[in-house]
């Protein structure tokens, strides 16, 4: 089963911007429709993003992170990208990737998350 590392979080204040890396190894992320993920703790996880196995099918879970964040995907680097722009102190949480599971199961192994905390 693949394995997921997160990595690109950090203390950021409100307006400023955060890329988020998700290195994946064990199985290639160009097979999968891949996602970004939010969990606050306690409760269960949540898609902020998603992308499709080609990149050509993109949605974001609000109208607010639509206009503000960015999914990316770079197969030939087995890596999935999400660009935060303009960032909001309700931005704050941890962040995971893994497999779209809007599309089908999980097919890797969740991550250590990377943690987001936007001040104001």
């Known amino acids: 089963q693949g394995q997921l590392d997160e990595s690109g979080g950090g203390l950021v204040q409100a307006g400023g911007s955060l890329r988020l890396s998700c290195a994946a190894s064990g199985r290639n992320i160009s097979d999968y429709n891949m996602a970004w993920y939010r969990q606050v703790p306690g409760k269960e996880r949540e898609i902020v993003a998603s992308i499709s196995w080609s990149g050509t099918n993109i949605n974001y879970a609000t109208y607010s992170v639509k206009h503000r964040f960015t999914i990316i995907r770079d197969n030939d680097k087995n890596t999935l990208y999400l660009q935060m722009n303009s960032q909001k102190t309700e931005d704050t949480d941890k962040y995971y990737c893994?497999?779209?599971?809007?599309?089908?199961?999980?097919?890797?192994?969740w991550g250590p998350g990377t943690k987001v905390t936007v001040t104001s």
């Open positions: 893994n497999s779209d599971s809007n599309r089908g199961p999980y097919y890797f192994i």
